[in-house]
């Protein structure tokens, strides 16, 4: 019924290579590609180890961890961190020269003076907070209570 494909090999055919094994242009390749990963290595090492996640995403991980314990489905979820988000980013924006709020535009634009990260963070934080105590009253106490106290910022303001 079907014929049997013809199968090829490499066996019959050399290979050859453009240096000489232990040529000086080999030993200078191998040197340059060693100290580029050796580098590589060493940068990447510290930045794991200097950088600690974002505002956004320690409240990100909070609004996931209130969605599993609140049993949402799938539609649900999607609009509950779509509003924690919008909230973020309307926070965001009013400390942002050109980036515009979705409900307000840009009238609740801050002064140029007050665009700095501490203000920033302090916003997206209480508006992540609000919006995910709202949303997800179970977990105020056990998940963005103690955000907010990590955060250095009184729930109660």
């Excluded at 340059?32 to 580098?39: D, E, R």
């Excluded at 510290?46 to 505002?55: G, K, L, N, R, Y």
Aim: hydrophobic content about 45%.
């Amino acid at each position: 019924m079907f014929q049997p494909i013809a199968s090829y090999t490499n066996a019959d055919k050399v290979v050859k290579h453009k240096f000489v094994r232990g040529s000086r242009c080999d030993w200078h390749i191998r040197r340059t590609l060693l100290t580029a990963h050796a580098l590589l290595a060493i940068c990447s090492a510290q930045v794991m180890a200097q950088s600690t996640p974002t505002i956004v995403v320690q409240w990100n991980n909070a609004a996931l961890q209130g969605v599993r314990d609140s049993k949402l489905g799938p539609p649900m979820v999607a609009r509950a961190l779509a509003i924690v988000h919008t909230c973020i980013f309307d926070a965001w924006s009013a400390y942002d020269k050109k980036a515009v709020g979705t409900q307000f535009g840009a009238r609740l634009r801050r002064p140029k003076w007050e665009h700095t990260d501490t203000n920033k963070s302090k916003a997206i934080s209480f508006a992540a907070y609000r919006a995910a105590i709202d949303l997800f009253p179970v977990d105020k106490a056990t998940v963005f209570d103690p955000l907010m106290a990590a955060s250095g910022y009184p729930p109660t303001d």
